[in-house]
């Protein structure tokens, strides 16, 4: 079955500390992996996905097969990265389909 | 035009009521999505729109009922809705995705109904 999930509902960290926030999917094929952040009253928008191995807004992902999982990363939180991010998972194929985990809320404290 | 537009941005109805929810993006995507946000939740696909069919239902009950009626529109209608349908409604669209590579999601900011 398909699934994404991520263990942390809250992650509070200090202005300036390491950010990781986990993720680990189950897909029995390649699947893509992305990470999407959803600010306050913001609309939901595409931090990054594995594919592509940018770097936006310091963040970082890899994506570990062996492990089957897909963290983001960065070294030094501030207080405007404080949003939801969610890890989604597609499968390969024109199916368009979009599965989200659970979400993990970033408090990123002053 | 870079964004995916959606109205209205809150919808207050009775459960006899009848009412639409419209999305539009002008980006030339030929895939369209429909999802539901509980509070605190992730989205949850209902509905996928491909060519301006009908191409994923992912077992969403007829009291909601998509119309994609040309590939710069959506509508989601409502009818008889329950207390718990209450939800933020999200749409998004994206260029078809094939096999070997799938293209980003453009979401809406929502509406954010109320089932009284």
């Known amino acids: 079955a398909q699934r994404v999930t991520q263990p942390e509902k809250l992650l509070s960290v200090f202005k300036g500390a390491p950010v990781e926030l986990k993720c680990n999917y189950s897909y029995s094929g390649s699947p893509e992996l992305f990470w999407y952040v959803q600010y306050s009253r913001q609309r939901l928008q595409l931090l990054l996905r594995?594919?592509s191995r940018e770097s936006i807004k310091g963040f970082t992902a890899d994506l570990n097969k062996g492990e089957t999982s897909f963290h983001l990363k960065k070294p030094f939180a501030q207080e405007e990265d404080s949003a939801m991010y969610y890890c989604a998972l597609s499968g390969r194929g024109a199916t368009n389909k979009l599965i989200f985990g659970t979400g993990t809320l970033l408090a990123v404290q002053p | 035009d870079t964004e995916v537009t959606q109205t209205p941005k809150h919808l207050v109805m009775g459960m006899t009521n009848k009412k639409s929810l419209k999305c539009e993006q002008h980006?030339?995507?030929?895939?369209m999505y429909w999802y539901k946000q509980k509070a605190k939740k992730p989205p949850e696909l209902m509905f996928v729109y491909s060519y301006e069919k009908l191409s994923i239902n992912e077992s969403v009950p007829s009291r909601f009922s998509p119309e994609c009626p040309n590939s710069s529109l959506l509508n989601l209608h409502l009818h008889a809705l329950q207390p718990e349908d209450s939800a933020l409604y999200l749409c998004a669209s994206s260029q078809l995705s094939g096999v070997l590579t799938f293209y980003e999601q453009y979401f809406g900011p929502g509406t954010r109904l109320t089932v009284t």
């Open positions: 594995h594919i």
């Open positions: 980006m030339g995507h030929r895939a």
